[in-house]
């Protein structure tokens, strides 16, 4: 199953869409393997035509490459697919993921070593590790600040991301903004008080979207995670969280967001619902797309 309008060839593509239907590490209802088909499905019914940018996503260069099945060796499934979203990056397209768990969201960053990460997530994704495995989708957003403890981070029980490992081989971003969070462990609020994190909370999240004005000239990588919404909204995901976000706040945080990022994904869509989730994060993925084109 292919996603709705993107129809572009692989050499002639200015986004290439790849699956990630990784579902290794989920800590409650699993199913996220089942993610980037269920989206693809439910965007099926979506109009080609974009009013807002006056846009076709059909002429918008889009090409899906399918999707990099899993495996049980997370490390390597995560360096391959680092490698396959790499070399989009290297035909100068931009990648977009489809989840599959968050955990996914450490590979994209490695494929394009953005400046700041910007996650709409109910979870602040700080831990370093949970079950004692670092690469858990609970971990990510502390991954992509502080590395991989194997690797040899020396940053990663600091509140200063400069003193983090950024090799090549495991590239870390200087700064994280977490739109809506609502929860999370004592220590991953205190990694949160941190000056490379801001947390934003769901009742803060339009005011900060109408304050935005970019990153400074920095590049961004935009993640979202479905369970950003609030579960009346979206209840097909791993871990629910009530007092999200509406659809509507989502959207205008992805639109204001979206033209300054080298990647998006939208990730943690699973199978237990009617397709709410999936719909959801399907019109999210678009919305980038639209804005970003338009916007470059």
């Known amino acids: 199953m292919r996603f709705p309008g993107a129809n572009a060839d692989r050499d002639e593509a200015a986004y290439v869409l790849t699956g990630a239907p990784l579902d290794a590490t989920t800590t409650f209802q699993p ?8 989206v693809r499905k439910f965007a099926s019914t979506y109009d080609d035509y974009d009013r807002r940018t006056d846009s076709f996503f059909s002429d918008l260069r889009v090409h899906d490459a399918g999707d990099v099945p899993a495996w049980d060796a997370l490390d390597a499934y995560l360096d391959h697919l680092s490698a396959e979203l790499r070399a989009a990056v290297i ?4 990648p977009l ?3 599959g768990e968050h955990t996914v969201t450490w590979a994209g960053v490695r494929a394009t070593d953005p400046d700041v990460l910007v996650t709409v997530d109910a979870h602040l994704d700080l831990r370093d590790a949970y079950d004692g495995n670092p690469l858990n989708h609970a971990c990510v957003v502390r991954r ?4 991989h403890p194997d690797d040899g981070a020396d940053g990663a029980d600091s509140a200063d ?6 090799t090549d081989d495991s590239p870390t971003v200087d700064e994280v903004v977490v739109l809506g969070a609502r929860t999370g462990s004592r220590e991953e609020w205190e990694r949160a008080d941190a000056p490379d ?7 803060d999240v339009a005011e900060w979207t109408r304050a935005f004005d970019g990153f400074g000239g920095r590049d961004a990588y935009l993640s979202v995670d479905i369970d950003g919404a609030d579960p009346g909204f979206a209840p097909g995901t791993g871990t629910m969280e009530p007092f999200g976000l509406s659809p509507r706040e989502m ?19 699973n199978d237990r619902d009617d397709g709410q989730a999936a719909a959801l994060a399907g019109k999210l993925l678009r919305e980038a797309v639209y804005s970003h ?3 470059n």
């Open 97 to 99: 993921l489809l989840g």
């Open 293 to 295: 084109a338009d916007a």
């Open 161 to 166: 991301a400069g003193d983090t490992d950024d």
């Open 197 to 203: 994190v801001t947390a934003v909370a769901p009742e």
């Open 91 to 94: 035909d100068d397209a931009v």
């Open 251 to 269: 959207r205008d945080a992805v639109r204001a967001v979206a033209p300054h990022c080298v990647a998006v994904d939208a990730v943690e869509v």
């Open 31 to 38: 199913g996220t393997r089942f993610g980037p088909d269920r």
């Open 144 to 147: 992509c600040l502080d590395g």
